[in-house]
C-alpha cells in the first residue's frame, strides 16, 4: 500500500486512524469532521477509489497519477486541484533536488499525492496537530500550511544557490576550466526554480478569490497573504541569481578568450624566434654548401684566401640577419 497517512479529524483532533481507505470513508460517513489522506507514489487502482469516494475530476486524478506537472491552481465545483514543486539544497553534492506535491481539497477531505522524498507534508501535519484551533478551520487550513510550508523550504535552497555563485566568482578568476560547467549546470537549477516559483502568485491571486464564497477564516486569510509577500521577495532573489550567471557566463567567455589570445601571442613569439634562428643558421650552411660542391672550375676554390672568405662570408651573413631579427624584436 503507498497510504503513509491516514486520519480523520474533529474540530481539529485527530479521532480516528483508520486502516484501509474504505474505513475512512465510512468512518467519515457515520462521524462527520475532515479525512486527510496521505499518498506516496499511488497505483491507478488507489486513485480511482479515492476519486469515486471524493468525486475527483479524471483530468486532475489523471496528472495526480503520472506526475511531471508544472506548479499550478485548478478548481473542479467545490474541490480544488493543486501542484506544488517542493525543492530542497543537497549540500554534499551541491545541488538542488526537486519533487512533486499534488493536493485535492474539497469540503470534508484533503487528499496528499507525493511523487518524491519529502518531510514537507509530515512537517505540517505535525504542526497542525498541535494546533487544533488552525486544524479545525478544515482543509483550507490544511491547503494553506502545505503551501507555507513549501515556501519555507525554499529558504535553504536559496541560500544554497547564493553560496554556488559565490564559489563561480571565485572561479572564474582562478582559471578553473570546470567553471563553464558548473555555471551551466547552475542556471539549469535557477531556471528550475524559477519555474516552481513564478506560478505561485498566480495561484495566490485565485485563492484570494474565494476568499468571500467560501468564507474563509481570517487568520488563514493573513497566513496567505504572508505566504504571498514570501514569495515575491524568493522570486526577486531567483531572478537576481539568472542575471548573476549570465553576466559570470559572458564573464567567463570574455576571461577564455583573453587566455587564449595571451597563449596565441605567446605561441607566435616562440615561432618568431625558431624562425629567426632557423634562417640564421641557413645562410652560413648554404654559403658551406656552395663550396663543398668541389667543382674544378670554382675560381676561389685554389686561391689562398678562399677559405678565410667563405668563413668570413658565412659569419657576416649569421650576424647580419641576427641583426635584422634583433631590430625586429623577433630575437
Known sequence: ??????????????????????QTFETLARHG???????????????AAVAAEFGL??????DAISAHQRPKLERYGDN???????????????????????VFTGKNFVVTVRHAETGSVAQVR??????????GHGPEAVLYALVDQVVDDYVPVVLGLENDIDEIEDQLFSGDPRVSRRIYELAREVIQFQRALHPLPAMMQLLRRGFEKYGVDTELQHNLRDVEDHVERL????????????????????????????????????????????????????VA???????????????????????????????????????????
Do not use: C
Open 126 to 135: 505535525r504542526r497542525l496537530e498541535g494546533r487544533p484551533d488552525l486544524l
Open 57 to 62: 475530476h479524471e483530468l486532475a486524478v489523471e
Open 1 to 22: 500500500m503507498t497510504i503513509i497517512d491516514n486520519a480523520v479529524y474533529v474540530d481539529g483532533v485527530r479521532s480516528a486512524e483508520p486502516q484501509s481507505l474504505e
Open 235 to 286: 522570486i526577486s532573489r531567483a531572478d537576481s541569481f539568472r542575471d548573476l550567471l549570465q553576466n559570470a557566463l559572458t564573464l567567463d567567455g570574455t576571461l577564455t578568450a583573453n587566455r587564449q589570445n595571451e597563449a596565441s601571442a605567446k605561441q607566435n613569439e616562440q615561432v618568431k624566434k625558431i624562425s629567426s634562428w632557423a634562417a640564421i643558421f641557413f645562410a652560413p650552411s648554404f
Open 33 to 47: 469532521g475532515m479525512a486527510w489522506i496521505g499518498l506516496y507514489r499511488p497505483t491507478e487502482s488507489e486513485m
Open 80 to 102: 480544488l486541484f493543486t501542484v506544488l514543486r517542493p525543492a530542497r539544497y543537497l549540500d554534499d553534492t551541491e545541488t538542488v533536488e526537486f519533487g512533486e506535491l499534488h
Open 289 to 331: 654548401g656552395v663550396y663543398g660542391m668541389n667543382f674544378d672550375h670554382m675560381p676561389e676554390l685554389h686561391w689562398a684566401l678562399g677559405y678565410p672568405m667563405a668563413i668570413g662570408l658565412m659569419a657576416a651573413t649569421a650576424a647580419l640577419m641576427y641583426g635584422i631579427f634583433k631590430k625586429k624584436g623577433w630575437l
